[in-house]
């Protein structure tokens, strides 16, 4: 294997979800084709990602109760993106700026600087910079 692809994240519609990535997140909307569910029905292929990323997010609406109830706690209320910035000041300031509702203020661990955010479905995800150079 060379690098993995894609993951879904499941939202309720294609169209808020779109937004939130490309216009609050600053991602790359990549695909957005119409496509065929397993037994025929219409939905959407929609793919977006951070610009010059090799991974993408495959954007998959709700379909039927058992993913609906899901949406926005995918990962059990665990972080479950990571998204990794060179300047994690300034991407932070334009997130606040853009919208995004982070759940805390920003700290300082080992690993680097971190604020946890909620995406457009209500999942966690961290925003991650550099770790301090001692």
């Not at 939130?20 to 569910?37: A, K, M, R």
């Not at 300047?87 to 300082?108: H, M």
Request: aromatic content about 12%.
């Amino acid at each position: 294997m060379s690098h993995l692809s894609l993951v879904a994240l499941v939202v309720r519609e294609y169209d808020p979800a779109i937004d939130f990535f490309v216009h609050h997140l600053g991602f790359e909307l990549v695909e957005d084709v119409p496509s065929l569910t397993n037994d025929g029905r219409p939905k959407r292929w929609v793919v977006v990602r951070p610009p010059g990323a090799a991974t993408g997010i495959l954007i998959a609406r709700a379909d039927g109760p058992d993913q609906e109830r899901i949406v926005g706690n995918q990962f059990a209320g665990r972080v479950g993106f990571f998204f990794r910035v060179d300047d994690f000041e300034a991407t932070y300031q334009r997130l606040v700026a853009a919208g995004v509702t982070f759940v805390g203020p920003p700290r300082t661990e080992a690993y680097g600087q971190v604020a946890i955010f909620l995406d457009i479905a209500g999942n966690k995800w961290d925003l991650l910079g550099p770790a301090s150079k001692a």
